[in-house]
């Protein structure tokens, strides 16, 4: 008999081929060709903590569900449908940090992009280089890295200049919770038993990541 981590396994791997097929289709100026990671690379053409965030949780509350189908399509595939609350209210926080974070950003690309790393990038899809010119800005976007997740994006500090504290916490924080919720899944051969606390925590680090970049940082 097929057990749960076989399908489990299969999803994340289906879900994962999609992720990067989806993220291949994705055109950048900065790059000459194509990267299966384009799906973690936002507008500004710089990859995002906020993506990686919402792609991970979505991955993985995604092909847990997924596994529970199949694995239950004989006797009770209801099972799958019974997602504790927790995981909903842990992908709402971060569905809706990128949001807001989302918002923030296109606000700051189209009021102060000579501030923004990465915000040149509006000026150029916009069409107003005589702009540019005229402050003697650049519309070179810088190719994408990894390591833009840790990194300040606005101000004089930003541009790949300086580690930004409350990402490096936030990357830090949601990949060792990522960690745990497959050693719960693991254990309990389905939907992991995540304590309420855990919601706080991860609403609190979402919300100061957030909050951080609402000032304008010059």
């Known amino acids: ?30 790059l000459d060709k194509p990267t299966i990671w384009g799906i973690l690379i936002d507008v500004r053409e710089r990859f995002s903590l906020n993506r ?83 402050k003697s800005v650049s519309l070179t976007p810088q190719s994408p890295s990894f390591s833009q997740v840790f990194m300040e994006e606005e101000g004089s500090q930003g541009n790949n200049r300086t580690v930004s504290i409350s990402k490096f916490q936030n990357f830090v924080f949601t990949l060792a919770l990522g960690i745990i919720y497959v050693v719960l899944t693991v254990k309990a051969k389905g939907y992991p038993d995540l304590d309420e606390k855990v919601l706080w925590l991860i609403g609190i680090s979402y919300s100061g990541y957030v909050g951080g970049k609402l000032p304008n940082k010059d």
């Open 1 to 30: 008999m097929h057990s749960f981590y076989l399908f489990w396994g299969i999803s994340a791997v289906v879900l994962l081929v999609l992720a990067a097929l989806v993220g291949y289709r994705a055109r950048f100026e900065s």
């Open 52 to 134: 990686f965030q919402l792609v991970m949780w979505t991955l993985l509350i995604l092909s847990t569900f997924l596994g529970l189908l199949v694995y239950n399509l004989g006797s009770d595939p209801g099972i799958a449908l019974s997602i504790p609350g927790e995981l909903l209210g842990l992908l709402g926080i971060s569905i809706g940090s990128t949001t807001v974070a989302g918002a923030v950003k296109d606000y700051k690309d189209t009021t102060r992009p000579e501030k923004i790393a990465g915000g040149k990038n509006y000026i150029k899809r916009t069409k107003v280089a005589a702009w540019a010119r005229a």
